[in-house]
C-alpha cells in the first residue's frame, strides 16, 4: 500500500547524532597537503626512529603509483587528499600526559559526554581505555595494573620509543606496506593508535577499549593498531568511534593488525558510530579501513565482531589468515545503514594451514535509502586439508528504498574442503509493526525490538557491557527516526 | 462500554462498512457473523485502529473515550486487544520478548516500573499453562512456525497474559481441532467478568455453545442485517444467510 509505505519512510526519516559535538579546544593542526616533508614533519614530531621513516616514506612511494579502488559497491566523489590535514593534535598536548592528572579537563569533558567518563573508569574496575583524540592518544587508564601482569596497553608513538624491538618485528607483517590504496596511505602519514603486546601464557586481566574520536575540521584519522598475542595468551579488545557532526566529509582510513601465535586468542570488537552524514547525504566519515588478523600460530583464534552504525561510507573487510594448523578465524558482523549511507563490508578467511576452520555471520540492516553490500571471500588453500567454512548471511530491509547486496566469493584449491553457506533476506513488514502496535508497543520500540532480534546472533558475541550498549545504539540509529 | 454509532469505513479507496450501530455493554459477549468478505475483519481492524482502514463517517467510544482519535499503541494500553485472525510472524523476536514489551508498554504509560523479570516469567508460564502452550515455545519467535492452531492458541495465551478489558477475537476458533476449540474457549470464559466485555467473530455455532453470547449480529454488505439473541446464530446454522441478504 502506497500509504505504508510513506509511513515506514517517516518512520526511518532521520535519526538524531548523539555524538555530534564539536569540542572547543586549541588545537595545533598541520596544514592541509601530503608530501613526503609532511611524512618527515609527523615523523619528526614524534621522534621516531629513522627505519620508521624509511617505512612510512617506501609506503608513500608506492601509494602514489596506486589508485583508489573502484570494485565496491559504494559512490562517492574522488577525494582531494591535498585538501586534508594529516596531523592535529590538541595545544595543551606536549609530550604526551603520564596520568589523567595531566590531561586537559576538556578532553575529559569530552569523553564523558561520549559516555567514556575516564576518571570514573579509572577508579571502578573493568575496562582498560586508551582514547585517541585527532591523530594523538591522550590517555590510557590502568596501565600499572595491566603492567603488573606483563601486558602492554600504550599509544602506539609510545611503543615505538620504549619497545622498538616489538613494534619494528610485527608492523606491516600481517599487512604489508603496499597492500592497498588505503592502507599503503595509512602507513605513510599514520599519527596513532593503540599497542597491544600480551606475553607467553597471560590471560589479560581486563578488557582493552580504544575510543577515537576526530574532532579538527578538515582533519584525517590514521590510526594504526598493532596487537600481538604471544603463545597461550588471550585478550578482548574493543574499539568505538564518534565524530562531531559536519557538512564536510571526513576521512577514517585505519589500519589493523592482529597476530596470534600457538594456542593464543584474540577477540576483537568494534561498536563503530562515526557521524554518518545528514539525511540528504551531506557530510560524515569516509571509513576506509583495513584489518587483518594473522593466526600464525597452530590452534590460535581470532575473532572479529563489529556492529557498524555510523560513516558515510564504510569500505572494510576485517580477515583472518589461518595460517597454523587447527587455528580458527570468526566474522560477527552488524551493519546498519540508513538514510544515505554506504556500506560495503564483509570479511576474508584465508585457510592455509590444516584443519582450520571459519565461520561468518553477517547481519546487515538497511533502511531509508541505505545501501549495503556484504563481501565475502573464502579462499582454501593446496595446503588447508580438511578446511571448514561456515557463512551465514542475513539482510533486514526497512522501506521499499534501501538496497542489499550479497557478493560471496569461494576459492577452493583443496578437495577436502567443506563449505556451507546460508542466505536470507527479509523485511520488516508493516503487518508485523501492526501487530506489535496492537499489543501497545509502539512502532519505534517495534522497529528496534525486531532489529536486535535479528542481531541477537552477533550481539552475544561482544563482550557483556557491550552488548547492551550495541543494542541501545542500534535503537537510536533507527529511533530518532520515529515521530 | 464500547459504543459503536454509525460507522462507515473505506480500504483503499472501497466503502466496506456501511453504517453501524451497537454497543456492548461491561460484562457482555456479542457474537459477529456474517458471509465471507462482508466486513467483520474490517470492523475488528477499524476498532484497533489499523492504518489505512479509513473511517468515513460515525463514532466509536470505548468507555466514554473517543477511540478512532488514538493511534492502535494507545487503544491497547487502554485495553483493547485484537485477536487476529492471521496471526503475524515475527522472527527472532520471542513470544517472550513481545510479551514483556507490550506489557512494560502498559506499566509505563501508568507509570508504574518494569515488570521484574521473574515474576513476569512466573505469569506467563502459568498462563501458558491455561492454553496449554509449551513453555518452550516461549522462547521460539513469534508465531515463527507456529501451526495454524498453535497460532491461535498464542493469540489467546497473549489476551489471559494482558488481560485487556475489551477482547476482539476474530476467528480465533476457525482452523482449531475440537480439544483446542475447548482450550480456547476456556480461556475466552476465564476472562469473561462483569468489567470486561468481548466480541467475537466466528462462523461456527460450535465456538457459541462454549462461550455462550449475550447478543448475535449478522454482518452483510458492510451492513448489521440482524440482531438477535443467541438463539439466531442457531438459526443461521441451520438455515444459512441467504434468507437474511435477500431481505
Ligand atoms: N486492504 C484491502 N484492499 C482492498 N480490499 C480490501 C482490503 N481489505 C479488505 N478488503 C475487502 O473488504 C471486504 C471485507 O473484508 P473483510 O476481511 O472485512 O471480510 P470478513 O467479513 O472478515 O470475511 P471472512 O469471513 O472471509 O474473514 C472484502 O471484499 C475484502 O476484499
Ligand atoms: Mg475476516
Redesign the interface.
Known sequence: ?A??ET?IRELMKRREYGAGFVTAIESETVPPGLSEDVIRLISAKKGEPEWLLEFRLKAYRRWLKMTAPQWAHVQYPPIDFQAISYYSQPKSHKAGPKSLDEVDPKLLETYKKLGIPLREQEMLAGVAVDVVFDSVSVATTFKKKLAEAGVIFCPISEAVQEHPELVRKYLGSVVPFGDNYYAALNTAVFTDGSFVFIPRGVRCPMELSTYFRINERNTGQFERTLIIAEEGSQVSYLEGCTAPQRDENQLHAAVVELVALDDAQIKYSTVQNWYPGDEQGRGGIYNFVTKRGDCRGARSKISWTQVETGSAITWKYPSCILRGDDSVGEFYSVALTNNRQQADTGTKMIHVGKNTRSTIVSKGISAGQGQQSYRGLVRVLETAANARNYTQCDSLLIGDRCGAHTFPYTEVRNPTAQLEHEATT?KI????L??????????E?AVS??V???C?EVFKELPMEFAVEAGKLLAVSLEGAVG | MLEIKNLHARVEGKDILKGLDFSVGAGQVHAIMGPNGSGKSTLAHVLAGREGYEVTEGSVRFDGQDLLALPPEERACLGVFLGFQYPVEIPGVSNLTLLKAALNARRKRNGQPEIDPADFLAWVRDRAKLVKIDPKMLSRGVNEGFSGGEKKRNEILQMLVLEPRLMILDETDSGLDIDALKIVSDGINAMRSPQRATLLVTHYQRLLDYVQPDRVHVLARGHIVRSGGPELARELEARGYGWLEAA
Open positions: 500500500m500509504t505504508q509511513e527479509s513488514g508493516e503487518d508485523q501492526y501487530y506489535c502496535r496492537a499489543r501497545g508497543i509502539s512502532e520500540e525490538m525486531i536486535n532480534g535479528f541477537k
